[in-house]
């Protein structure tokens, strides 16, 4: 295949509180939403070829759990609660784990702009101060630096939410948590299948497409840091 020939590649990156908080319902919903991401890449041909997907989690410390991947061909782990909630080490982690991606890809790969989906229960536990690695990870003197979209819900905190986005914050409406995590992650597929069909033709494409009904989010006015 020629350079011209290259798919241009939408790199995805999963951002995943596995706090205790999120024990029990609510971390086997997310458990349970997997495959259905994978499946998307399996039976859409063309969702495949464009779509690249890494996830990382994150408590005290950031786990990159999935490298950026074809996720039609990889293990899913089965991801486990962990400790605290730390924003800094959530931004440094997938920071890296964006730069170790792409930069993996083979040379003269074109690629849409990264995004990735940031999703949390609770609030920022550690001392750490989470703002300086935001402002890193979204630095637009970064090549990488990619489009970041918040879902909150549980416990979590509007306004962090509003801060972290670059654009698209939202907070799940309801009190069933699993329900919550059920409808980000289908709100994520949704996203990922649209985006990557319309990308695939340059003359339809329209950027990042969210399907985020009234009914089940709330959208929220993005701050700045």
């Known amino acids: ?20 908080s999120m024990a029990g319902g609510p971390i086997e919903a997310v458990n349970k939403a997997l495959p259905d991401i994978q499946n998307e890449m399996r039976v859409n041909p063309m969702v495949g070829e464009i779509a690249r997907i890494g996830l990382t989690t994150f408590s005290d410390e950031a786990r990159v759990v999935i490298p950026m991947c074809d996720l039609a061909d990889a293990h899913l782990p089965e991801l486990m609660v962990e400790g605290g909630t730390n924003f800094a080490a959530a931004f440094r982690g997938v920071r890296q784990a964006i730069e170790s991606g792409l930069t993996s890809l083979p040379k003269g790969t074109p690629v849409y ?8 229960d609770g609030a920022h536990q550690s001392h750490d101060d989470w703002v300086a ?29 509003q801060k972290i986005a670059t654009r698209f914050a939202f907070e799940a409406k309801g009190d069933d948590t699993v329900n919550q995590v059920r409808e980000i992650m289908s709100a994520i597929v949704r996203s990922i299948r ?9 003359s339809k494409a329209q950027g990042l497409y969210l399907d985020t009904p009234t009914e089940t989010f709330t959208q929220l006015p993005t701050l700045t840091i």
């Open 113 to 120: 702009r990264p995004v990735v989906f940031f999703m949390s």
């Open 133 to 161: 690695p935001l402002k890193e990870l979204r630095d637009s003197g970064w090549k990488f630096a990619p489009e970041v979209v918040t879902f909150g819900f549980g416990q979590s905190q509007r306004e962090s939410l």
């Open 1 to 20: 295949m020629t350079q011209s020939e290259l798919f241009t590649v939408f790199p995805v990156f999963l951002l995943v509180d596995v706090s205790a």
């Open 194 to 202: 649209t985006t990557s069909t319309s990308l695939a033709d340059p």
